[in-house]
């Protein structure tokens, strides 16, 4: 038992060393640890205070000389305070601050984009959202798409993709569009929202094109095998084509598989159509009534399952 318990307590506390090596340090992901949020929550500066327009009207990130107007700093003769705001690998790094903000994302690449043309309609919390709470740069998420669709919706601001990108076009394929795209787009149009950008009306798309091809696991034994499972799991899914009258047309005259089994509708709660209700009743509301299960339970006592 003495074992036993003393394994338990190294268990615990190596999952304890884990967790703490990994949220403990969490800070130190970036050589330069700054915190938005006590300079512009708790100390009322205003963004540009910090990011100075450059010549091109882009805002700058501020280098030491702007840090000097607030703080005293001995650049010559760096000390333990210097790691107020440097990581321990910046300081080992003479004080380098290389890969502080996040990579942005690809579709930066070719973007047109002016701070100044925006003053006045937006402030900067209203694209880089949440930046003024947060307290360490690792935490900074460029805008997407999304979020500039919020006022480029085509109707207050254009939203014609030659307005903020130099390459990206709607008559031109994406480089992922090419190869088999056609075979795994499924998929990822599960996952990734960025369809709707070129495709307008995107169920309508999707079902122009389905209503002749059906989707690459349709095969010949989806309707035997697969479809139940899948529509269990993401009935969603099954929506972009289907209807819910179109599930109870056919299996008005073509049971499930299960519904096949002889104990289906045995008694016991085992294999049978008990348990499959008990598990996922909305599966079962596709062609039944809740008054279709009282037709026969009015009759018959139920064993009480735990």
């Known amino acids: 038992m003495k074992i036993q318990i003393s394994y338990k307590i190294i268990f615990v506390s190596l999952v304890l060393v884990l967790v703490l090596g990994v949220y403990g340090c969490k800070k130190e992901d970036t050589s330069l640890k700054f915190d938005h949020k006590l300079h512009v929550m708790d100390n009322s500066l205003s963004c540009d205070s910090c990011h100075a327009k450059g010549k091109d009207g882009k805002l700058t990130n501020p280098g030491m000389d702007k840090c000097q107007e607030c703080h005293e700093i001995d650049m010559d003769h760096p000390s333990e305070k210097c790691l107020q705001c440097h990581s321990v690998k910046s300081a080992a790094n003479d004080y380098k601050i290389e890969g502080t903000i996040p990579e942005k994302p690809k579709g930066y690449r070719d973007l047109i984009f002016k701070h100044e043309a925006h003053e006045g309609v937006a402030e900067c919390g209203t694209c880089h959202k949440g930046i003024c709470g947060q307290?360490?740069?690792?935490?900074?998420?460029?805008?997407?798409?999304?979020?500039?669709?919020?006022?480029?919706?085509?109707?207050?601001?254009?939203?014609?993709?030659?307005?903020?990108?130099?390459?990206?076009?709607?008559?031109?394929?994406?480089?992922?569009?090419?190869?088999?795209?056609?075979?795994?787009?499924?998929?990822?149009?599960?996952?990734?929202?960025?369809c709707q950008f070129c495709h307008d009306n995107q169920e309508r798309f999707c079902q122009d094109c389905h209503r002749?091809?059906?989707?690459?696991?349709?095969?010949?034994?989806?309707?035997?095998?697969?479809?139940?499972?899948?529509?269990?799991?993401?009935?969603?899914?099954?929506?972009?084509?289907?209807?819910?009258?179109?599930?109870?047309?056919?299996?008005?005259?073509?049971?499930?598989?299960?519904?096949?089994?002889?104990?289906?509708?045995?008694?016991?709660?085992?294999n049978g159509h008990a348990e499959e209700a008990k598990r996922n009743f909305r599966s079962c509301n596709v062609c039944h009534t809740t008054s279709e299960c009282m037709q026969c339970h009015q009759t018959i006592a139920l064993r009480r399952m735990k």
């Open 135 to 194: 307290n360490s740069l690792s935490q900074i998420e460029w805008p997407d798409m999304f979020v500039c669709k919020k006022c480029h919706n085509g109707k207050d601001v254009p939203i014609d993709c030659e307005m903020c990108h130099t390459e990206v076009r709607k008559e031109i394929k994406p480089e992922s569009h090419n190869g088999d795209w056609a075979m795994h787009h499924g998929l990822e149009s599960r996952f990734d929202r960025s």
């Open 212 to 270: 002749t091809q059906k989707p690459k696991d349709h095969i010949l034994s989806w309707k035997t095998s697969g479809h139940g499972e899948e529509a269990m799991h993401d009935r969603r899914l099954c929506a972009t084509c289907h209807t819910a009258a179109y599930c109870s047309d056919c299996h008005r005259s073509q049971k499930p598989i299960s519904h096949a089994r002889g104990n289906w509708m045995a008694y016991t709660r085992e």
